[in-house]
């Protein structure tokens, strides 16, 4: 099976999204995923599966599949039969034949010749052509899938007015029967309000595009002659490989992950974590590819290319949980996928009605079925969600603020309480040995905390081992990181050394004293450490703004209660829950969730069963791997600084589909019996009902601007 991700355009709703998915999988493709915000459609093909086969037979459902041209832009490929590329394309062509047969309309122009049904029907016929190949043949393909979209009731009510002028024109009664004008301007104006919402969506997804234009750069690639001198030239980034060598100068864009070998520099690195503030980079450090260099000259290696680059994680991350299906949309599309039949039944109560109940023509109650049919708008209640959630997403990875699914955006509307480990979330994570005391040679001490430490995935255990690293370290038979306690190891003589918390040493010493890591051989303390380790800066800040908001605070560590309660002093933390293993905050966790949505950040190993068991799992960018698998959503500026911006943007994100829900439901409740009370016409219906996507996407578009945190 081969994975293939593709885009297409021309989905409007949930409909669109749930057709292509059918198709999809009747064409015995796997794993599909459909997007229709974003036009991301991926799926698992089988290898002989001809990919142009899919891509034209999704074009046939009335969709246009997107490819990139050779400058990198993305172009339509529609299979239809008529040339249109887009929806803009399809308007101005339309609104050619269609002006005429409007100006008849104005009560100030009286042109005679438009008043001839037959030069009505010859502008119409176009117009309706184009109508059909799009709307019509969309229409038919949704019906076939047993999914039919918003696209069947322009085509019923455009093709109702036709036939109906076509037949009092054949029965010589032409002027009781003139609608040509209906059908015609009904589908000009809804490829205009199509054009305008795809315009308007397109807005929702301008963060995210930002950060793919970053993957297209040049690149200057460091290569050797057959003399070994050093050449220098132009390269796409695409075309990078890892290993290769790179020079960055100042001004120039990281091409792809890298690490440098030579030299210093400043790096912007907003892009990925929202900080302008430019952070140095000097040789083993790692570059993040997007980021851009400020200041100074370096050599580098590449590490990651392609799809396994930070970035397109990223990309990947976000993609992902806007394909996720948050709770509150669930309704929406149990109503959207009856929508269209729903609607199609009040059109045809609504011409019976009106004609035999109300004492109103056919024409009349015709043109009053049709404005009901072209003023309703499933698109709506489909797009109320997806449009908040990428502009939530989207603001997010802007500054920095990762979230895996569309899930952890909405439940943190509900969120009462925040948890926080302490060391390297609450504190920098930057240790220094601020003093030790040795039972055995200090020379020999320092080499056995090395060989130990070198292994370990603690922050402190870094920081030691980094401190005091040496070429000489002991070769052990076993080593292993125990969770919540430290490091244990077994030399070739079958020694036992343990390098860990107070808790590795309670059985055999007695010192009451708090040392930061004990270190034993064979069950006797030969030494201890202590570690100084600063609160970060903007913790308390935090911890402030959490509290204004009415959320409770509570330390959660596994570090000595003394320790503890110094830094709730420092902060204003409301509860303090200290010397805890990592069962034991897995337990807590549970029991405060059962009693408030919580949600925790933290950042080590030992956090990970806690952060997958908090309502929200926050972690750190620079936490460990299994902390940053385990968390729902990803802090990417090294700190705290962005948590109550995270929390709020999940809260008003929810506001805003709320919002969104309450327009689309009130929008058709109110417009369709207005409609066939017979107050709208079904010119300015086709162009309402194109505005009302068009409001969403823009009250969704508020996202990026409103103040949240």
Wanted: proline fraction near 3%.
């Amino acid at each position: 099976m081969e994975k293939v991700e593709i885009k297409v355009g021309g989905m409007s709703c949930t409909n669109c999204a749930l057709t292509i998915d059918k198709y999809l999988k009747e064409k015995g493709l796997e794993n599909v995923k459909v997007n229709f915000i974003g036009g991301d459609v991926s799926f698992d093909k089988p290898d002989d599966a001809p990919l142009q086969e899919i891509e034209k037979g999704i074009s046939q459902l009335g969709y246009t599949v997107k490819k990139e041209n050779h400058e990198g832009h993305d172009h339509e490929v529609y299979y239809g039969f008529l040339p249109f590329k887009n929806n803009l394309q399809r308007f101005w062509f339309c609104a050619i034949f269609t002006a005429p047969l409007m100006l008849h309309m104005l009560p100030f122009v009286h042109i005679h010749f438009l008043m001839n049904p037959y030069v009505q029907l010859i502008l119409t016929i176009p117009v309706y052509i184009v109508g059909m190949d799009f709307f019509g043949r969309s229409a038919l393909k949704s019906l076939t899938k047993g999914v039919p979209n918003m696209n069947v009731l322009i085509t019923i009510g455009s093709t109702a007015a036709f036939f109906y002028s076509l037949y009092g024109l054949l029965i010589g009664r032409a002027e009781e029967f003139l609608f040509f004008e209906t059908a015609a301007t009904t589908i000009t104006l809804v490829f205009l309000g199509n054009y305008m919402e795809d315009k308007s969506v397109e807005q929702t997804q301008s963060a995210l595009k930002k950060l793919a234009v970053t993957q297209k750069t040049m690149a200057n690639m460091i290569a050797f002659d057959d003399k070994h001198q050093e050449q220098i030239f132009p390269i796409e980034s695409k075309d990078l490989r890892v290993g290769d060598l790179v020079l960055i100068r100042n001004g120039d864009h990281v091409p792809m992950d890298c690490k440098v070998l030579w030299g210093e520099a400043e790096v912007n690195e907003a892009i990925v974590t929202g900080e302008s503030i430019p952070v140095k980079k000097a040789t083993k450090d790692n570059l993040i590819g997007g980021s851009i260099v400020e200041t100074g000259t370096v050599k580098a290696q590449i590490t990651a290319v392609g799809q396994d680059t930070v970035m397109a994680n990223i990309l990947k991350m976000i993609k992902n949980a806007e394909t996720e299906k948050p709770p509150v949309q669930q309704m929406a599309d149990k109503i959207s996928a009856i929508f269209v039949p729903t609607v199609v039944s009040i059109a045809v109560l609504t011409l019976l009605i009106n004609y035999f109940f109300a004492s109103h023509s056919f024409a009349d109650s015709l043109l009053r079925s049709i404005a009901v049919l072209v003023i309703s708008c499933p698109c709506a209640m489909g797009l109320a969600t997806p449009a908040a959630i990428a502009v939530g997403l989207g603001r997010g990875a802007k500054k920095g603020i990762l979230f895996k699914n569309a899930r952890s955006l909405e439940v943190f509307k509900s969120i009462k309480q925040v948890v926080f480990d302490k060391t390297g979330t609450l504190t920098t994570g930057k240790f220094s040995i601020s003093n030790f005391k040795a039972h055995i040679e200090e020379d020999e001490f320092k080499r056995i905390v090395f060989s130990l430490e070198k292994y370990s995935n603690h922050p402190i255990g870094k920081s030691i081992a980094s401190e005091w690293k040496m070429k000489e370290d002991i070769r052990w038979a076993n080593i292993e990181e125990i969770k919540g306690l430290g490091m244990k190891a077994t030399d070739k003589e079958g020694n036992e050394y343990i390098a860990g918390s107070y808790k590795t040493t309670t059985t055999f010493s007695n010192d009451d004293d708090f040392h930061n890591v004990y270190i034993s051989k064979n069950n006797e303390l030969i030494g201890w450490i202590d570690i100084k380790d600063e609160l970060r800066e903007e913790a308390k800040d935090v911890i402030e703004k959490l509290q204004s908001k009415g959320i409770k605070t509570i330390l959660l560590s596994g570090d000595k209660k003394e320790k503890c309660l110094q830094v709730q002093q420092a902060l204003g933390i409301d509860e303090v829950i200290a010397e805890q293993t990592p069962e034991q905050k897995l337990q807590y966790i549970t029991k405060l969730n059962e009693a408030a949505p919580t949600a925790m950040v933290g950042d080590g190993i030992n956090d990970g069963p806690a952060l997958a068991k908090a309502t929200v799992g926050i972690s750190l960018s620079d936490a460990s791997q299994v902390a940053m698998q385990s968390a729902q959503v990803v802090l990417m500026n090294h700190g705290l600084k962005n948590l109550p911006e995270a929390l709020g943007l999940g809260r008003h994100t929810y506001i805003t589909i709320k919002e969104n829900l309450f327009w689309a439901f009130s929008y058709n409740i109110v417009a369709i019996p207005v409609a066939a009370l017979g107050f709208l016409s079904p010119t300015i219906g086709a162009l309402i009902m194109g505005l009302s996507d068009v409001v969403l996407a823009i009250n969704s578009i508020r996202l990026r601007w409103k103040k949240v945190a």
